[in-house]
């Protein structure tokens, strides 16, 4: 019967068998703790604090924040000095016919200044249009009307102090249709930014906001 073989722990003799065993364990849990930056090149971000303009909210583990009947939503501290450009997905419903915006933000208050540049493509049905919006005091988002609204963001450089740009497609429901717009933003100043808000012009939405920052 072969005697089995024994390594130094760093404080005890234990079994080869024993200390690979716990070699495996270490190893998968790893790769479970980081299994979002192996699949997507994505980390997901923890904002430091959620401000609600009214109504409530809740932040997960993962940093999912949602939220319920707010008027707006700030999230603070997702943009550092740790990655350059991020991704947003916002998924909401609205109380009401509304639009709803993002303002960045930095020290825990909105930027209002009118740096704000929007140039879009809208289609509804067989119609598409667009428009350039200048001099503005927020980037304008979509128009969620008593349906649900979604919007994947793709953030450049928010932290750094140059123009901070964004592209967005959105899509959301108007009286039974599906509106899909394609937006490019620029803010045309170099402002550092560490946070944004969502803003509802009227009424609330309720949903869920996520925030993820891109590997180099």
């Not at 939503?73 to 350059?84: A, E, G, H």
Request: glycine letters at 6%.
């Amino acid at each position: 019967m072969p005697k089995p073989m024994y390594v130094w722990s760093g404080s005890a003799w234990v079994s080869v068998a024993t200390e690979v065993e716990s070699l495996a364990t270490y190893a998968t849990q790893s790769y479970a703790n980081n299994s979002s930056d192996v699949a997507s090149g994505l980390k997901p971000l923890v904002p430091s604090s959620v401000a609600i303009g009214s109504g409530s909210s809740s932040v997960s583990t993962l940093g999912q924040v949602s939220f319920t009947g707010a008027s707006s939503v700030s999230l603070n501290d997702v943009f550092s000095t740790t990655y350059k450009n991020y991704k947003i997905l916002l998924d909401h419903s609205a109380s009401t016919a509304l639009n709803t915006s993002i303002r960045l933000r930095v020290s825990n208050s909105d930027n209002t200044t009118a740096n704000y540049a929007r140039q879009y493509l809208v289609a509804i049905g067989a119609a598409v249009s667009g428009g350039l919006s200048t001099a503005q005091t927020s980037w304008a988002l979509n128009v969620p009307v008593n349906n649900r609204a979604s919007a994947e963001c793709t953030l450049f450089n928010p932290f750094d102090s140059i123009q901070t740009s964004m592209q967005v497609i959105n899509q959301s429901d108007y009286t039974g249709s599906t509106i899909i717009v394609v937006d490019g933003y620029a803010f045309q100043a170099t402002t550092s930014f560490t946070g944004f808000s969502i803003i509802a012009s009227t009424g609330t939405i309720t949903g869920s906001v996520s925030v993820y920052g891109y590997k180099d």
